[in-house]
């Protein structure tokens, strides 16, 4: 392989790489986001569950939701 070559492979290389660290970083971003959103349910909904498909309240002894039968978390 000529010089020319092995620096394209090397710049092709290093666009990959930067490509993929953006990627990394734009996902944690959106996690992070994710995580820190405000929990839409009021204070009144203690003591209940709510369906993570529907959004359904169900009593807390519920292990299904009543509404769309999906089960519920803890």
Same mark, same amino acid.
């Given at each position: 392989?000529?010089?020319?070559? $092995? ?19 734009? /996902?944690? /971003?959106?996690? /992070? ?5 405000? %929990? *839409? ?10 369906? *993570?498909?529907?959004?359904?309240? %169900? ?11 999906? *089960? $519920?978390?803890?």
């Amino acid at each position: 392989m000529d010089q020319g070559t $092995l620096l394209l492979l090397v710049v092709g290389a290093a666009i990959v790489g930067l490509a993929a660290v953006i990627l990394m970083l734009r /996902r944690e /971003r959106h996690e /992070r986001d994710d995580a820190e959103r405000e %929990n *839409p349910f009021g204070v009144s909904t203690e003591g209940e569950k709510i369906c *993570p498909k529907c959004g359904g309240q %169900n009593l807390w002894t519920e292990a299904t939701c009543i509404y769309c039968k999906t *089960p $519920l978390r803890g």
